[in-house]
């Protein structure tokens, strides 16, 4: 059975850091494209970032480049999204995701697997 589970959430004043953390079971993350998504309240969920299957390719929304970094850790079979410069229009609750293909896409119906998510509330 796939599961991953997202961690590393939490409230966090404007311009902190936060390291979320994504743990993967029943799969081989390096195996996966690995998404993170974000939806705050009352919004439709968007895209984060990205990290190509088998390499280090990475992509990003716009809105959290030279911000956020995304990265894997193979050895702990996790995918990393470090968040700094937070701002409170980052709140919302970030899930990651996995999809069997080499390609990136933006499109959360593309991603086969999906965490539970965990909140970031960044005060001002």
């Known amino acids: 059975q796939v599961q991953l589970v997202e961690s590393g959430g939490g409230l966090v004043q404007a311009g902190g850091s936060l390291r979320l953390s994504c743990a993967a079971s029943?799969?081989?993350?390096?195996?996966?494209?690995m998404g993170w998504f974000r939806q705050a309240p009352g919004k439709v969920r968007e895209f984060v970032a990205a990290?190509?299957?088998?390499?280090?390719?990475?992509y990003y929304a716009d809105s959290v480049k030279g911000r956020f970094t995304i990265s894997r850790d193979n050895a702990r079979n996790t995918v990393i999204l470090q968040m700094n410069s937070l701002k409170p229009e980052d709140t919302a609750v970030y899930y990651c995701?996995?999809?069997?293909?080499?390609?990136?896409?933006?499109?959360?119906?593309?991603?086969?697997?999906w965490g539970q998510g965990t909140q970031v509330t960044v005060s001002s």
């Open positions: 995701a996995a999809r069997y293909y080499s390609s990136w896409s933006k499109a959360g119906y593309e991603y086969d697997y």
């Open positions: 029943g799969l081989t993350l390096s195996s996966y494209t």
């Open positions: 990290i190509i299957r088998y390499g280090s390719s990475t």
